[in-house]
């Protein structure tokens, strides 16, 4: 992945903050993320915040069948400007819940967030991030509010990134800002050993490396993607995998040097469903 440093502007630290989906389900669901993006950034005032968010659940697979229904095989140029509604949406709704908090967060859209993708290649190591055109909103309010799973090529279009990228773009924005953390938000606490709903000796599991962590994805856990687990791995990135409940258990996956391993993951390895009960 090539860099552009963000200059001597960034005096103070940032963090990386992923909001999935499965998280923004709602008007209530949205004035919870609100309130989380308002107490991270009253907490931590010395702290710049990116806030990366996935589309409504449901929603990209909703329009990729509404382009299905015109035609049996759309092109991908019309299909990546059509799943951006989704994640551009969730920017701005987001945005503005933030704003009815008193809260100054910047929502940018897919030709803002830094990210340059090289045509029909999507792998990280082709990925552009030019740290300037975030941190410079960032220097404007101190939180950003950016699209994940979308980039742009070289001539301008929206480009997709793969299925499940928002975790990728969060990662990618990460390193290029030189972020101090990247969290993961699910609606699930974590990694489990097992299927906890089939197997009552299942056990949450609070470390994992890089290398287990890619075991699970192998075994068909998708509750982080590969391609954001190879990224962070590549640069030595911690993740935290939590939910936006700041006292919930969280996974938190790093290299093998950090912590004691495990031994992996076993058959049927998932990450169990615990969705949060918010309150409005």
């Known amino acids: ?16 903050v992923k909001i999935g989906g499965s998280i923004l389900t709602s008007a209530c669901a949205y004035r919870q993320a609100a309130k989380f993006v308002a107490g991270r950034f009253s907490a931590r005032p010395n702290e710049y915040l990116v806030v990366v968010v996935s589309a409504e659940e449901g929603t990209t697979d909703s329009l990729e069948r509404t382009a299905l229904e015109i035609t049996p095989k759309p092109r991908q140029g019309a299909l990546d400007l059509l799943w951006s509604t989704g994640e551009i949406r969730s ?19 897919v030709h803002q967030n830094g990210l340059v993708a090289q045509e029909d290649d999507c ?29 742009c ?18 990662v990618l924005l990460a390193q ?10 699910k609606d699930v606490p974590g990694y489990f050993t097992a299927d906890p709903h089939l197997d009552p000796t299942a056990r949450h599991i609070p470390h994992l490396t890089f290398d287990e962590a890619l075991a699970f994805a192998d075994a068909g856990c998708d509750l982080v993607q590969r391609k954001a687990i190879v990224a962070a791995a590549q640069c030595g990135l911690p993740l935290v995998v939590r939910t936006i409940e700041e006292a919930a258990s969280s996974t ?14 076993s058959d049927g390895a998932s990450a169990i469903s615990n969705p949060i009960e918010a309150t409005c």
């Open 176 to 185: 290029g800002l030189d972020a101090a953390r990247c969290e993961l938000i």
């Open 91 to 109: 920017v701005a709704l987001l945005a503005l819940h933030c704003q009815a908090l008193d809260v100054p967060a910047a929502p940018l859209n």
């Open 153 to 170: 090529d070289p001539r301008g279009g929206i480009i997709s990134l793969g299925r499940g990228a928002s975790d990728l773009t969060a």
């Open 1 to 16: 992945m090539k860099l552009e440093p963000a200059g001597p502007a960034a005096k103070k630290s940032v963090a990386v």
């Open 123 to 151: 792998c990280q190591s082709r990925v552009h991030v030019n740290a300037r055109c975030v941190m410079s909103a960032l220097t404007g309010c101190g939180i950003v509010i950016v699209p994940g799973f979308l980039a």
């Open 252 to 265: 938190i996956i790093s290299s093998a040097n950090s912590r004691t391993s495990w031994n992996g993951p």
